[in-house]
C-alpha cells in the first residue's frame, strides 16, 4: 500500500487492512479448554487440501486434512472461543469456535460467503461484524483507487474529506456492535483490532469500558486490558527509556540522548511502507540534526545482515539499533507495537510529545519543535 500522503493513506490503511483471523483471536468468556469437532461439506472442493489455523498466546496451530469429494473433519481441543481460519483450496473462511461444540460447514466453494455454518454460537455475532466491515472496506477501496487516479499533484480535497467520514463512520460502527454485544469474545477482538492495532487510545478505553466483566475477563478481554496498560507507557507525556544492542552490539540507552529531541522509530528490512517513509526520515534529518534531532531506529528484523543491507541501501545514518528477535522483541512486546512502521517522538527532557508522525505530519511537528 502506498503511503504517499501520510495522513489520509493512513486512514486508507486502517480502513482497508483486513481483519486478520491469524492476528486477533478472542473468547467469549472465560472458560476451560474442551474439545470441538468441524465437519464440512463444500460441493466444489473435490479431493483438494483444507487447512485449519488459530494462534493463541504467540503460538501458531495449523492442521490440515485432504478432503473426500467435498467431506472434511477437523477434532481438536480448544482453550476458549476463538477465531479460526479454514482455507479450502484457494478460498478462506473463518469461524468462531467455542469448547464442546460440534460444527457443520455446508455450502459451495464458489460462494464461500453464502456457506452455511451450524452449532457455533458466536458465529452469528462474528458474521454480523464481517457484513458490517465488508460495506466500509469496500468504500474505503473504491476512495483508495480515486486516490490512485487523481494522482500526487491533483486535488485531493473532496476524496479525503470521505476518508475522514468513512473513519468516522467505522469509529461509530465499532461502538455500535460493542454495545450490541458487551459480553462477546467477539468485541474486545474488534477494539483491538481496530483501535489497538491502529492506536486510538481514547475509543480503545471508552469502548473497553462498555464490555461487561465476562468479556473482559475472557482470554481476549484480559489481552484487550494489558494492551491498554502497555499503551500507557507510550502515551504523550511520558517519559520512556529501554536499552537495546545497536549495530556492533553496544547497548545504547534511550535516556542517554536527553537533551535531545528524539525520534524512536520502529521498522524493518522487509516493511515496505517503512522503506517507503525512509527517504522522508533521511530529509529531516539532514535538515533538523544540526539543531539537535536525532533519530533512534529500533528494528524488527530477525537477521542482522538483512538490517545491516537496509540501513546501507536506505542511507539510514542515524543511531540504530535492535535485539533481533523479530516481532517478538522484548521491547516490542513490551511497548505494544502491534504493526509498522510506528514512531514517538520524545522531547528535549525524555517526555513523548508526539506518536506515529509520517510525511509532512513530521515536518510539521520538527517545524514547531525547532522554530
Request: glycine share 8%.
Amino acid at each position: 500500500m502506498k503511503l504517499k500522503i501520510m495522513k489520509y493513506n493512513l486512514l486508507a490503511k486502517v480502513l482497508l487492512t483486513a481483519l486478520s483471523p491469524f492476528a486477533l483471536w478472542s473468547t467469549v468468556c472465560a472458560q476451560t479448554a474442551g474439545p470441538y469437532q468441524i465437519n464440512g461439506q463444500i460441493e466444489g472442493l473435490g479431493d483438494q487440501k483444507v487447512y485449519l489455523s488459530r494462534s493463541y498466546s504467540g503460538k501458531d496451530l495449523t492442521d490440515s486434512v485432504v478432503a473426500q469429494n467435498g467431506v472434511f473433519s477437523f477434532k481438536g481441543t480448544t482453550p476458549g472461543t476463538l477465531i479460526y481460519g479454514l482455507r479450502l483450496g484457494k478460498q478462506f473462511m473463518s469461524i468462531a469456535v467455542q469448547p464442546n461444540e460440534q460444527i457443520k460447514v455446508e455450502g459451495t466453494l464458489s460462494k464461500l460467503n453464502e456457506v452455511k455454518v451450524t452449532g457455533a454460537k458466536e458465529q452469528k455475532v462474528w458474521k454480523e461484524w464481517g457484513k458490517t466491515w465488508g460495506v466500509i472496506s469496500g468504500r474505503a477501496g473504491q476512495l483508495y483507487k480515486a486516490l490512485d487516479s487523481i494522482g500526487e499533484k491533483g486535488d485531493r480535497t473532496a476524496v479525503n474529506a470521505e476518508f475522514e467520514k468513512l473513519s468516522l463512520r467505522l469509529i461509530d460502527s465499532v461502538e455500535h456492535f460493542v454495545k450490541r454485544h458487551p459480553s462477546s469474545a467477539i468485541s474486545p477482538y474488534i477494539i483491538t483490532d481496530r483501535f489497538v492495532t491502529y492506536p486510538n487510545p481514547e475509543k480503545a478505553q471508552s469502548t473497553y469500558a462498555l464490555l461487561t466483566a465476562v468479556s473482559k475477563n475472557s482470554i481476549y478481554g484480559k489481552e484487550l486490558g494489558n494492551a491498554l496498560k502497555i499503551g500507557a507507557k507510550t502515551g504523550i507525556g511520558v517519559k520512556p527509556d529501554f536499552t537495546l544492542p545497536d549495530k556492533d552490539g553496544k547497548p545504547i540507552k534511550l535516556s542517554a540522548l536527553k537533551g535531545k529531541v528524539v525520534l524512536v522509530d520502529f521498522w524493518a528490512s522487509w516493511c515496505g511502507p517503512c522503506r517507503k517513509e525512509n527517504p522522508n526520515l533521511v530529509k529531516a534529518y539532514s535538515k533538523y540534526h544540526d539543531k539537535g534531532f536525532e533519530i533512534l531506529g529500533i528494528s524488527l528484523d530477525d537477521k542482522k545482515d538483512n538490517w545491516l543491507k537496509a540501513i546501507d541501501a536506505d542511507k539510514l545514518t542515524w543511531l540504530h539499533a535492535s535485539d533481533l528477535k523479530g516481532w517478538k522483541s522484548d521491547l516490542a512486546q513490551e511497548y505494544g507495537i502491534r504493526s509498522i512502521p510506528m514512531n514517538f517522538l520524545v522531547d528535549a527532557n525524555g517526555k513523548i510529545i508526539a506518536k506515529d508522525l509520517r510525511g509532512e505530519e513530521l515536518e510539521k511537528k520538527l517545524s514547531t519543535v525547532f522554530k
